[in-house]
């Protein structure tokens, strides 16, 4: 039986146009317009996205990312890597069914 949090992780399956403003860890706000495509991997036990935008000041922007979840400690973990050179993770969890807060 799946997690009730893999099946609330698997509607970003997909492929999204976007219209994002990040925080970025410099404090900096990054706007940006483009695509995100995500696919379930690993037999439906994690997500993968992609991310392409057209970034305000800097153009291209690029992320990759890993989504999964850890059901012994219960929170989702995100790992990603940016064209800007960023590599960070976060965890966290479901707030409600519409609410993931990462940290």
Do not use: N
Request: glycine share 10%; hydrophobic share 35%; proline share 1%.
């Amino acid at each position: 039986m799946k997690a009730r949090e893999l099946e609330l992780l698997g509607r970003l399956v997909g492929h999204w146009s976007v219209d994002l403003t990040a925080k970025m860890p410099d404090g900096s706000l990054l706007h940006g317009k483009g695509t995100v495509r995500a696919s379930e991997l690993s037999m439906e036990r994690g997500i993968r996205t992609e991310m392409r935008l057209d970034a305000e000041g800097t153009g291209a922007y690029d992320e990759d990312d890993l989504w999964g979840y850890e059901q012994w400690e219960k929170k989702i973990h995100l790992y990603s890597i940016t064209s800007t050179g960023a590599v960070h993770d976060h965890s966290g969890a479901w707030k409600d069914d519409k609410t993931l807060e990462l940290h």
